[in-house]
C-alpha cells in the first residue's frame, strides 16, 4: 500500500542521535529500504503534481537507487504515477556516452524508464559524451530554461535563486562523497555556477555534478545509503563535526526542505539511537 513507509514503525524508521536536524530511517535491508524509497517517490510525486502540476526529480547512480528504479517500473508503482507530467534530471554523470556500461543516463534507462510511458522531452540528462566544461555549462542552461530563471552575466551583481527542485535523490561513497562532490573538491566550495565539471584524481576521470547550491535549494532530499562498507563512513557524517571538504556528504542541508537518510541495517550498525 503506498504511504505505509512515511510513518516508523517497528522495523524501521528511528530518529537517531545527531548533530544537525534530519530524519534517519532504517530499514532491515537493502531490498526493503529500496521499496520504501520507491514508496516515497509516488508520494513525493503526487504532492508536486496536486501542488504545481509538476514533478521535477534529479536522480542519483548506484546499486542502491538503482534497485529503486527497478521497483518504480513495477506495475505496483508505475501505475500511480502520472509520467506525463514527470521531469527527470540527474544529479551528476561520468563522462562517456550514454550507452557505456559507466553512465548513470544508462542505468537508469534501462532499469526504470525503458519499462514506464515517459515522453522522451520528460528525461534531461546531462551529455557526458561531450567536453566536460560545456556538458557543464550546457546542463545549467537546461536548468535556467525548465525553472524559468534568468542568465547571469559577469555584470550581474545579485545572484538568481538556484533552481528548486521537487525531489533531488543522492547516494553516499565509502568515502563520504555524493553526487559527484568528492573529497577536497573545488565543486564542494562552488558557490556562483549551479553545474560543475571537475576532475576526480583517485577515478582518473571527469564527472559533471549539481553543485551544493543546487542540492540544497531542494523541497526534499533523500540520501539512500545500504552495506556495511558505509557503516563508519555514515556515523561520522552523521556524527561528526561539519567538515564538507573531507566529508562532502555534509554539505547537504536544505535551507526550506526537508533531508531525509533512508539506510539499511547493515549501514547503520554503528549509529546510536536516541
Not at 551529455?127 to 530554461?145: F, H, K, N, S
Not at 526550506?256 to 539499511?264: E, I, K, Q, S, T
Request: charged share 20%; hydrophobic share 45%; glycine share 6%.
Amino acid at each position: 500500500m503506498l504511504g505505509e513507509c512515511l510513518a516508523p514503525t517497528a522495523e524501521m524508521g528511528y530518529l537517531l542521535n545527531v548533530r544537525a536536524p534530519k530524519e534517519v530511517e532504517i530499514y532491515p535491508d537493502a531490498g526493503t529500504l529500496a521499496r520504501a524509497a520507491a514508496n516515497y517517490f509516488v508520494v513525493l510525486a503526487r504532492e508536486a503534481l496536486a501542488a504545481h502540476g509538476r514533478f521535477g526529480v534529479a536522480l542519483a547512480g548506484g546499486a542502491t537507487p538503482q534497485a529503486m528504479y527497478a521497483w518504480l517500473a513495477t506495475d505496483e508503482f508505475a501505475t500511480h504515477v502520472d509520467w506525463q507530467r514527470v521531469h527527470l534530471f540527474w544529479g551528476d554523470e561520468r563522462c562517456v556516452a550514454p550507452d557505456h556500461p559507466d553512465s548513470n543516463y544508462r542505468m537508469v534507462r534501462q532499469a526504470w524508464l525503458d519499462h514506464v510511458s515517459i515522453p522522451a522531452d520528460n528525461v534531461h540528462r546531462i551529455q557526458g559524451e561531450i567536453e566536460p566544461a560545456q556538458a557543464a555549462a550546457d546542463y545549467e542552461q537546461v536548468l535556467r530554461t525548465f525553472f524559468s530563471l534568468p542568465l547571469v552575466g559577469p555584470e550581474t551583481h545579485n545572484k538568481p535563486p538556484p533552481p528548486r527542485f521537487d525531489l533531488i535523490l543522492l547516494g553516499m561513497g565509502d568515502d563520504g562523497h555524493t553526487a559527484s562532490l568528492f573529497p577536497g573538491a573545488a565543486a564542494i566550495r562552488e558557490r556562483r555556477r549551479w553545474v560543475v565539471a571537475d576532475y576526480v584524481e583517485k577515478l582518473g576521470a571527469w564527472r559533471v555534478t549539481l553543485a551544493p547550491a543546487v542540492i540544497n535549494a531542494a523541497a526534499d532530499v533523500i540520501f539512500l545509503v545500504s552495506g556495511p562498507g558505509k557503516a563508519e563512513r555514515l556515523r561520522q557524517v552523521l556524527a561528526e563535526p561539519h567538515q564538507p571538504d573531507r566529508l562532502p556528504a555534509q554539505i547537504v542541508r536544505p535551507a526550506h526542505g526537508r533531508l531525509r537518510w533512508l539506510v539499511d541495517a547493515a549501514a547503520a550498525t554503528l549509529l546510536r539511537r536516541d
